[in-house]
């Protein structure tokens, strides 16, 4: 057909990903599922709720874990900024089923919405770890140019949230499967699966 390739798409609705295989071209899409949205938003705010109370109340917290205050009252914060900002995709994505991450040969896309064309690219990808908080699992990308991101950032607010990461996490970026139709181990197999496809097998 005027030597165009149709592109084959196998959806596959459990695992809420579609894949496109267009000639050599692979892609993974991860969209938002609604029911784990409104899960993330009723946790999010318990979170949020149990965050204030630490800060406000951090004596008390210290006394009965017999941990500093000051450590307490981190930890809270810690859960209000991280959470806060689940509240605040929970929303949205619980109003329609969104696009939320995109995997190809060039990198990993976190933002689609923003821009379907801008992608952390395999190449300035060291690899994925766990971080875990208040037994909520995310992923964190370990990149080696997070200053390029965090100067390109044009939201004040996700400018500032991407430095915090960056001084306690080591990156600006993190990922978490609890809006996806998928597991975090599952996450965290795709992510690695195509870095060791795009990076270190090309």
């Known amino acids: 057909m005027l030597g165009v390739i149709l592109s084959e798409r196998k959806q596959n609705k459990e695992k809420g990903k579609i894949e496109i295989q267009n000639g050599k071209m692979e892609r993974t899409e991860i969209y938002s599922n609604k029911k784990k949205s409104f899960l993330l938003l009723v946790g999010s705010l ?35 900024l991280f959470f806060g900002l689940g509240i605040y995709v929970a929303i949205r994505q619980i109003l329609a089923n969104q696009l939320i991450l995109i995997i190809d ?54 400018k500032k949230l991407m430095k915090f990461n960056v001084n306690n996490y080591g990156s600006p970026f993190n990922l978490s499967a609890n809006s996806m139709q998928m597991t975090y181990a599952e996450l965290l197999k795709i992510l690695n699966e195509n870095l060791n496809k795009y990076k270190y097998n090309t």
């Open 46 to 80: 318990l979170f949020v709720v149990g965050g204030i109370d630490m800060v406000m109340n951090a004596g008390d917290f210290a006394g009965y874990k017999a941990r500093n205050p000051l450590f307490v009252e981190a930890t809270g914060i810690v859960s209000i």
């Open 105 to 158: 040969k060039k990198g990993v896309n976190i933002n689609p919405k923003k821009s379907l064309t801008e992608f952390i690219e395999w190449r300035n990808i060291n690899g994925f770890s766990e971080l875990k908080i208040q037994s909520q699992k995310f992923v964190i990308i370990d990149v080696d140019n997070a200053n390029y991101w965090i100067e390109k950032e044009e939201n004040g607010v996700r």
